[in-house]
């Protein structure tokens, strides 16, 4: 049941991979320390003189001292714009507050106005869709000038932009998931529908205020001249309108009044499953940067990675001599149960077979399932195909697709091409996915991508009776794999919100934990498989 260990950590290999994963990782933490304190003590400085927290003080005063708080996609905007969205304008993460776990969205007023971008849009829907999966109270701290009007095609009209968010908060409240809402600064036009929206909000007197339409707005409109206080301000809200409950003196006591809003929810529901204590691996998680090689095309044994992050290094394999490509076995991780499969090599038929067994199992306990992913795909050839790789590798999907319980992904290595798809990618909705910084996804490889439109263009010169050469080949096969390697970059890949976020290997076992207990608020329903091909 343990996992054994045969790393040298005095060999050239362990030396070599050890030196370039700890430089492509401080070089990823400078990165999000920039993007996460862009502005510093400057913006502080700023904040503070507006009679305000900043959106991270905020954040921490919401927070039960003490506890861990889960933010998620800090990239998300990096490099999408001409102008740098830092976080996409609004911080997101799942947080302990009043002793429940909750869904925390707040708005950064700092970044340009706090307005939405489409990242933004993005990120907040992402969180809400978290929250929904996984039962938990949504807290929108609000600081917002609304839609960012320069891009207002690509935050307004379409199904997946700025109204989601009000649809989410009605389908959610309908659902008993808590929605509540504390306005810190403007609240305009759309935006004070999140207030507007919730089952509870708070307003900040002085700062904070909600109306359809600003001043100027107003006057152009009706001729009326109103400050913005008058209009809408927290007085005007707390005692005419009714628009808001609570009314707090300033962004601490907006947070103090939150938490107590959330320390008054009734008791949450929790899956029944049969967890225990955590137990540390028996390995040092610091021993996976010497692991990890250099080169993502390089290949790695897995169960070294699971060894420094289950619970005692502990993995109960199923059909461990049978589909060996795909390591599938029970293990706990932060004392959670937890169905592993992680690659180890190339799908065959057989993995295939065996990881939609081993689902079928883990469904019927309702036991979470955790991925890791290292993975080029299926096998290809005619042997394989013959062997009806494509059918087999379909009932993987089909029960990654269906399986209703909690789904963890993360990206170790590679996550290339219907491998991605069947280790349970972005598209198969895990609750929470994760990358490494040194980890790749796309369609394929570059070379392989490059390969392919050489071969094309190849066909198309014989069919009009010219060659190939050198030069062309070149032409195409260059900017092709350049392309590639810039856009399988996980980070290009976190800044699109393609994953929830960037870990730190070393910190693995503590955000999968941190996110295995967010999902234990899941209120399951029967899986219903559809047809599996045989
Ligand atoms: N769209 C695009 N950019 C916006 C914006 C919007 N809705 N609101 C503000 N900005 C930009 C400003 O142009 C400014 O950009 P700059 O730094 O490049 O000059 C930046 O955001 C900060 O705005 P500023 O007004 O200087 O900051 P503030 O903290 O004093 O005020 C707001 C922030 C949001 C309260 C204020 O800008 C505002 O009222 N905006 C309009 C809100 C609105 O009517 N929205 C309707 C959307 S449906």
Redesign the pocket.
């Known amino acids: 049941m343990k996992i054994g260990s045969s790393v040298s950590t005095s060999s050239d290999v362990y030396a070599k991979n050890y030196a370039f994963n700890q430089a492509q990782l401080q070089d990823h933490a400078e990165l999000v320390e920039k993007i996460c304190f862009a502005g510093g003590e400057e913006k502080k400085k700023k904040q503070h003189a507006r009679g305000k927290l900043t959106v991270r003080e905020r954040i921490e005063k919401l927070l039960d001292p003490g506890s861990d708080f889960l933010e998620l996609s800090s990239l998300a905007g990096y490099e999408l714009y001409d102008?740098p969205v830092p976080c996409g304008g609004i911080l997101t993460g799942v947080g302990q507050v009043s002793g429940r776990l909750c869904m925390i969205v707040a708005n950064d007023?700092t970044v340009?106005?706090?307005?939405y971008y489409p990242i933004t849009v993005k990120k907040h829907l992402r969180a809400q869709e978290i929250a929904e999966k996984n039962h938990l109270p949504c807290l929108y701290l609000v600081d917002?000038?609304?839609?960012?009007?320069?891009m207002q095609d690509e935050v307004f009209p379409d199904k997946d932009d700025f109204g989601r968010i009000f649809y989410n908060q009605a389908r959610m409240s309908a659902k008993k998931i808590p929605q509540i809402a504390s306005v810190h600064?403007?609240c305009?036009?759309?935006?004070a529908y999140i207030p507007a929206m919730s089952d509870q909000s708070i307003i900040v007197e002085g700062n904070g205020t909600i109306f359809l339409a600003?001043p100027p707005?107003v006057e152009a409109a009706t001729g009326e001249v109103v400050s913005a206080e008058d209009l809408g301000g927290a007085r005007v809200h707390t005692e005419k309108s009714g628009v808001v409950d609570h009314l707090a003196r300033d962004d601490a006591h907006a947070m103090a009044i939150m938490r107590q809003v959330v320390r008054y929810l009734g008791v949450s529901k929790t899956m029944p499953v049969r967890s225990q204590q955590p137990r540390e691996p028996l390995y040092d998680a610091e021993e996976l940067l010497g692991i990890l090689p250099d080169d993502v095309s390089k290949p790695f044994e897995m169960r070294e990675i699971l060894a420094r992050i289950l619970d005692g290094s502990e993995l109960f394999e199923f059909k461990k001599d049978y589909g060996t490509t795909l390591i599938c076995g029970f293990a706990h991780l932060g004392g959670f149960p937890v169905g592993v499969l992680a690659n180890n090599g190339v799908l065959f038929s057989e993995s295939a077979l065996k990881g939609t067994h081993f689902i079928e199992l883990c469904v019927q306990e309702k036991i979470p399932l955790l991925f890791f992913q290292n993975v080029t795909g299926f096998m290809v050839g005619s042997e394989y195909e013959h062997g009806g790789i494509a059918k087999h590798g379909a009932k993987l999907v089909h029960a990654v697709a269906n399986a209703n319980v909690p789904k963890l992904t993360l990206v170790v290595g590679g996550s290339f091409g219907a491998g991605n798809y069947g280790m349970c990618g972005r598209g198969f909705d895990p609750n929470f996915m994760f990358m490494w910084p040194t980890s790749k996804i796309s369609v394929m490889g570059g070379a392989q991508a490059a390969f392919v439109l050489v071969m094309v263009k190849r066909q198309q010169l014989e069919k009009q009776g010219k060659q190939m050469t050198s030069e062309l080949e070149a032409e195409i096969r260059q900017p092709v794999e350049a392309k590639y390697a810039r856009e399988g970059h996980a980070t290009y890949a976190s800044a699109r919100l393609w994953d929830d976020g960037i870990l730190d290997p070393r910190d693995t076992r503590r955000v999968l934990s941190q996110a295995l207990a967010a999902c234990m608020h899941t209120v399951n329903s029967e899986t219903q498989f559809g047809i599996f091909r045989m």
Do not use: N
Request: net charge positive; no cysteine.
């Open positions: 102008t007023p340009k106005g706090g307005t917002s000038g609304g839609a960012f009007l320069p600064g403007f305009t036009a759309g935006g600003g707005l």
